[in-house]
């Protein structure tokens, strides 16, 4: 695990405390989960888990991964369910179990190769739903790192013959976020 990492998130939402409170689940999330077939999901960066929240009051089971001891312990006390697994590890070196999931989701977290792994870890029919910020000049935190940054349309191209595009969009981020910043989504579903 690496240890920095997860200091650094650990110092950040003790410092922020806003930051691991009940937030809304991503509005396309919402709008394609019917397509789900199953009920066994994986939240990666669930952070204090505003999508496991949402997935286990659907009837989901699901594996809710991050780093963060502290986010982990705020979704364990506000979580009143027995469908969840909570996983703190550094998803660096997380490789999810092959042909498992049903849905796979990474929200406001970017890690191209981790992205390449998960795929192998869906079933055939199952969903994955990405959603994480973007490169774009009116972006109001100057310092992001960019290769946590996709670049335009990126997400589009992440996904081999396999996968099948479900819903594509580029959008401003949400009003309670700290910085205005701009975000794209995808749903695939592997064949
Ligand atoms: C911006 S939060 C996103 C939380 C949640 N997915 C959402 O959309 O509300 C990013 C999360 O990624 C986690 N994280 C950062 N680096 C990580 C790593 N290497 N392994 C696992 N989790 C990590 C942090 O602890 C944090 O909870």
Redo the contacts with the bound molecule.
């Keep these: 695990m690496?240890d920095k990492?997860?200091e650094k998130?650990n110092r950040?939402?003790l410092e922020k405390p806003t930051?691991l409170e009940e937030?809304p689940p991503?509005e396309m999330l919402v709008f394609h989960l019917h397509l789900v077939e199953g009920n066994c999901a994986l939240?990666?960066?669930?952070?204090?888990?505003?999508?496991t929240r949402f997935l286990t009051e659907k009837g989901f089971c699901v594996d809710a991964?991050?780093?963060?001891s502290i986010?982990l312990d705020q979704l364990s006390k506000t979580l009143d369910s027995k469908r969840v697994t909570l996983i703190e590890?550094?998803?660096?070196s997380?490789t999810p179990q092959e042909g498992r999931y049903d849905l796979a989701?990474?929200?406001?977290?970017l890690?191209r190769k981790l992205i390449a792994r998960t795929a192998e870890s869906l079933k055939s029919g199952a969903l994955f739903f990405i959603?994480t910020y973007m490169e774009h000049p009116e972006n109001e935190k100057k310092d992001s790192n960019p290769d946590f940054l996709l670049k335009a349309g990126e997400l589009k191209t992440l996904f081999d013959s396999r996968f099948t595009e479900i819903a594509y969009e580029e959008f401003w981020n949400e009003s309670y976020e700290l910085y205005k910043m701009r975000k794209q989504a995808i749903f695939v579903q592997k064949k």
Excluded: Q
């Design positions: 690496s990492d997860r998130w950040k939402y930051l937030r991503s939240d990666l960066a669930c952070g204090s888990g505003r999508h991964v991050d780093i963060s986010a590890v550094d998803l660096d997380f989701v990474m929200t406001n977290y890690d959603e």
